[in-house]
């Protein structure tokens, strides 16, 4: 499995081999190919996506990895990943239940109140002495076109959901809320600077601020819409901001 430099990166002075992992928000696996690449004997993927959850079982089958659907979870079947769709809000696993959390681009698509339910799960189902690892962005720079993009993307977020789409946590600001939530903190790294956002970024962006921005009434939801396909073609690309890794672990 091919696993993104970010994520090896992440983990390369984590201890992994052997144990039971909970990848939070599997997106497309990454964070789940890293684990497994490091030699994790369980691997959790939990998504709230259907179609994020379906590429990590490809993503892994595929590379001749065993893979549980989640409804019978059987450790000696020899698989080693199981993909759970359900809300991190509510982990479907016991307490103490696993050994390393990662978080690999998530808290910046969770708002505040999400956020804080979030991070108690990690702590309920963290066995003593777990690690977690969070990886997520800076506030992009006031000057970013990209983070006008943004912008625009969770005014429609707010207009037709009341709740933004994208939140960018300060390092700084994870750092603390997690100390206050029980874990303690080991180290900080970058992981990338500057960020690479790319067309498929942008393009993708944009799509989401003009299909959330469709759901809101008429005028301001066309003006929003119209907002963000006009920055597609000024931004294209934008190498700006810092992803940063976080490493954290529960007292025994």
Known sequence: MDVPHTVTTALDDRSVAGKRCLEAGAGVGNATAGLLANGADRVYAVTNDRDHA???????????????????????TGDRLTVL???????????????VITAHGLCNVLDPAALSAVAEEFSRVAAPGAQLVVDDYDPPPDDAAIGELFAVENAASEL???????????????????????????????L???????ESHVSAHV????STAAKCP???????AATARRLKSEIESESVGRMYGLAFRLPD
């Open 54 to 76: 379906r590429t990590t079982r490809r993503r892994v089958a595929e590379a001749g990895v065993g893979v549980d659907d989640g409804g019978d979870r059987n450790d000696d």
């Open 160 to 190: 037709a959901r009341g709740r933004p789409a994208l939140t960018f946590y300060p390092a700084a600001f994870l750092r603390r809320f997690f100390v206050g939530h029980g874990w303690e903190f080991e180290r900080e790294r970058t």
């Open 218 to 224: 008429d005028e301001p939801g066309d003006a929003l």
């Open 85 to 99: 769709e359900a809300d991190l809000r509510a982990v479907p696993l016991p307490d103490g239940s696993v050994d």
């Open 192 to 198: 990338l600077e500057p960020v690479p956002w790319t």
């Open 207 to 210: 799509e989401r601020a003009a």
